[in-house]
C-alpha cells in the first residue's frame, strides 16, 4: 500500500487503518515500524503500537513519546517481535506500508 490508496496522507491514520482493515486484523493487533514524525503521529492516531527507529532526522521528544517502543536500529527489531511472540502478544505480520 502507499499514501495514494487513501484520502489523507500520514500523520492522518488512514493508510494505516485501511491495512489494518485489509488484513482484517484490529488496528491494537498492528505493530507499524516508523522513523519519521508524521508516521509516529499516524501509528499513535491508528491506535497501533509504534516501534520508533530514528533516521537522519532527530525526533522531537514529545512524538518519540507517543512511540510503544524506542530502538535504536533496524537490528533491534528480530528480538523485540521473538519477545513479543514468547509472550503471547505478537503483532499479526504482512508486508510493509
Do not use: Y
Not at 505493530?31 to 532526522?57: F, K, N, T, Y
Amino acid at each position: 500500500m502507499t499514501g495514494e490508496d487513501v484520502p489523507r496522507a500520514k500523520p492522518a491514520p488512514d493508510l494505516f487503518l485501511e491495512a489494518a482493515r485489509r488484513l482484517a486484523q484490529p488496528p491494537a493487533s498492528c505493530v507499524v515500524l516508523e522513523d519519521s514524525v508524521a508516521g509516529v503521529q499516524a501509528a499513535h492516531a491508528a491506535g497501533m503500537r509504534c516501534i520508533l527507529i530514528p533516521d537522519v532526522q532527530p525526533i522531537p521528544p514529545e512524538i518519540a513519546r507517543l512511540a510503544t517502543w524506542r530502538l535504536r536500529s533496524l537490528a533491534e527489531v528480530p528480538a523485540l517481535l521473538e519477545a513479543l511472540r514468547a509472550n503471547g502478544n505478537a503483532p499479526h505480520q504482512a508486508g510493509s506500508a
